[in-house]
């Protein structure tokens, strides 16, 4: 029996090993967060609920992330095209704005220490805790997505992305879309029942 690279190899499903992964690693990160605002509502409904102001910084990084999508999509397209000079270039483009998300989110953080929101503990609130953990655990995948996108342009810069090997680039852009999709969830959410 032939060795196949990794990127040929399909189990008796058809579906590759590493797409079944990565769609069941992102149906528990649904899971988890459909569990965590579920929580949100109900505790919201509880009282002692107190009332703020998100960070502006909020919708900034919601533009942020877009932008990220849209340049992970065109790092994805680079590859199907074999353009290699726009696969890297827009993989950059796609660690910068990741990058910018996450420096977002720590002055989003600051913004609420300054406004007295803290994460548990004496004088804490629910309704903060509550805001730390949402923006918090989305900026951990966030940090997983960022380490796989690294992977995938150190990858690209052995030419071992392109029209014939797309499956590191296609899973990267699916889970890095995901994490575009789950913060615009967590954003209108916040929004509406903040």
């Given at each position: 029996?032939?060795?196949?690279?990794?990127?040929?190899?399909?189990?008796?499903?058809?579906?590759?090993?590493?797409?079944?992964?990565?769609?069941?690693?992102?149906?528990?990160?649904?899971?988890?967060?459909?569990?965590?605002?579920?929580?949100?509502?109900?505790?919201?409904?509880?009282?002692?609920?107190?009332?703020?102001?998100?960070?502006?910084?909020?919708?900034?990084?919601?533009?942020?992330?877009?932008?990220?999508?849209?340049?992970?999509?065109?790092?994805?397209?680079?590859?199907?095209?074999?353009?290699?000079?726009?696969?890297?270039?827009?993989?950059?483009?796609?660690?910068?704005?990741?990058?910018?998300?996450?420096v977002g989110q720590w002055y989003g953080w600051a913004d609420l220490v300054q406004n007295?929101?803290?994460?548990?503990?004496?004088?804490?609130?629910?309704?903060?805790?509550?805001?730390?953990?949402?923006?918090?655990?989305?900026?951990?995948?966030?940090?997983?997505?960022?380490?796989?996108?690294?992977?995938?342009?150190?990858?690209?810069?052995?030419?071992?992305?392109?029209?014939?090997?797309?499956?590191?680039?296609?899973?990267?852009?699916?889970?890095?879309?995901?994490?575009?999709?789950?913060?615009?969830?967590?954003?209108?959410?916040?929004?509406?029942?903040?």
């Open positions: 029996m032939a060795n196949f690279p990794i990127e040929d190899q399909n189990s008796r499903t058809g579906v590759h090993p590493l797409k079944f992964s990565l769609w069941l690693i992102i149906i528990s990160i649904i899971m988890m967060f459909a569990a965590f605002t579920s929580a949100y509502i109900v505790r919201r409904e509880e009282g002692n609920w107190l009332e703020f102001n998100l960070p502006n910084i909020l919708l900034i990084n919601t533009f942020i992330i877009v932008l990220s999508s849209v340049s992970m999509q065109l790092a994805h397209n680079a590859a199907k095209h074999n353009n290699m000079g726009k696969l890297k270039l827009m993989l950059l483009i796609t660690l910068g704005l990741g990058t910018a998300f996450l007295n929101i803290y994460f548990g503990g004496t004088g804490s609130n629910p309704s903060g805790s509550f805001l730390y953990v949402l923006t918090g655990v989305h900026g951990f995948h966030l940090v997983t997505g960022l380490i796989f996108v690294l992977i995938v342009f150190m990858s690209s810069l052995k030419f071992k992305i392109h029209s014939k090997n797309m499956l590191r680039i296609q899973l990267c852009t699916v889970y890095w879309h995901f994490l575009g999709g789950l913060w615009l969830y967590l954003y209108i959410f916040l929004r509406i029942n903040h």
